[in-house]
């Protein structure tokens, strides 16, 4: 779709619409997200994007290692500064100081966001864009640029959080999102029942499942299963400051013939899991990949530790999972309770989940997992995209 790269100046490709993205997300560091996914699609359609990486919310506690860890990251990031992806989508890992509490910092925040953003609009041939956000510290941005519509993209239950992240303002723009959206799209059905309280115009729209989890046809054992005994217990995903580590390791300890398998990135150190035998650590993995972990796994997990936070999430892997069809075990999560109801076993505290996974192990019932595969056989990553973009349309005319 490339036509022609100027110089100095804007490249020209065919599009339809212009969308200006902030992002909750950094497209270089983290796992793919909806926001990730459904950007990629817009883009080969031939819609012009400019995704701008997560701009922060504020700082989280330096006291923690992990803290610096993604520090170091980010500068990685940075460093790409504005990235002309392919075609006609643009990245912009802007230059800011993430002390949004301070009103200096904002200012100058917010004068150094205008020049970047201006800059990287101007390469991209954009002029006036229909703007989503999904996260909560771009609102002050947002009258800065002349836009067709705004839409707000709620993924999670932000204030709860970050209530207690320093030098953030969190709750304020969100409430500031909340009123001023053309539209609000949640991830999660608690979170759009919440927010249609306060206004009109909240559409629930959960995330799609990749391809790979949706094909049926059966995937040989991987390799770096084979030689780890069942039953297996397994999880993927970021392993972050929610994840529920303590629950795992008083889980292997108390049953040293269960493994649990942990796929992903860990954020932290976890010293008493990495000490037992029966749980297995394994990097980030393609789709495919997890969707072979998945279907030679006995019981898939949903370990986080109970919070608002988690309480009114919704996990893109839950929908994985129960494409796979296999027997799931969760914290209480309204999304798992009231969309699919039976579909998980439903968990608190390491008495509870124990009893629960082994209730999971014991579960011989083809129609259950029938039932699983059936909620989310429809459930596509295109289709998430393009009800989302349907949005944008009916709030452009």
Not at 105 to 117: A, G, M, S, Y
Not at 153 to 171: A, G, L
Request: charged share 20%.
């Amino acid at each position: 779709m490339l036509i022609a790269l100027l110089s100095g100046g804007a490249i020209k490709v065919a599009s339809e619409r212009e969308i200006l993205w902030f992002g909750g997300m950094d497209w270089w560091l983290h796992n793919p997200s909806s926001e990730k996914r459904w950007v990629e699609i817009y883009a080969r359609q031939g819609h012009r994007i400019l995704f701008i990486n997560s701009i922060g919310v504020g700082l989280p506690n330096l006291g923690e290692a992990s803290t610096w860890k993604r520090g170091v990251q980010k500068l990685s990031s940075l460093a790409r500064w504005l990235k002309h992806e392919y075609d006609n989508l643009f990245i912009l890992s802007p230059l800011i100081i993430p002390l949004w509490s301070n009103d200096y910092v904002q200012r100058f925040n917010l004068f150094i966001l205008d020049w970047q953003i201006r800059y990287a609009m101007k390469k991209a041939g954009m002029t006036t864009p229909d703007i989503v956000t999904g996260i909560p510290t771009a609102a002050p941005m947002i009258n800065r640029i002349e836009h067709r519509c705004l839409i707000y993209y709620v993924m999670d239950f932000y204030s709860y959080y970050y209530e207690n992240m320093s030098f953030s303002r969190i709750k304020e723009h969100d409430e500031m999102l909340v009123r001023s959206a053309d539209a609000v799209v949640c991830a999660s059905l608690s979170l759009s029942r919440q927010i249609s309280r306060e206004r009109s115009n909240v559409v629930h729209i959960p995330h799609g499942v990749d391809a790979a989890f949706l094909d049926e046809t059966p995937r040989p054992e991987p390799a770096f299963l084979r030689n780890i005994p069942r039953p297996r217990f397994t999880y993927w995903g970021q392993m972050e400051c929610m994840f529920d580590h303590m629950l795992i390791a008083e889980m292997a300890q108390n049953n040293p013939s269960w493994h649990f398998i942990l796929i992903g990135r860990k954020t932290h150190v976890y010293p008493r899991l990495e000490g037992l035998s029966n749980v297995h650590f394994f990097p980030s993995m393609n789709y495919e990949a997890l969707r072979s972990a998945g279907e030679h796994s006995d019981v898939l997990l949903m370990p986080w530790q109970e919070s608002a936070w988690i309480l009114h999430s919704c996990p893109i892997k839950y929908r994985e999972y129960l494409a796979i069809g296999k027997p799931i075990v969760s914290v209480p999560i309204m999304e798992v309770e009231e969309v699919y109801p039976g579909a998980a076993y439903i968990a608190s505290g390491v008495e509870e989940w124990q009893k629960a996974l082994k209730k999971a192990l014991d579960e011989q019932n083809s129609d259950l997992v029938a039932y699983r595969k059936n909620c989310v056989k429809d459930a596509t990553v295109e289709a998430a995209a393009a009800s989302f973009l349907s949005i944008i349309e009916k709030c452009t005319g």
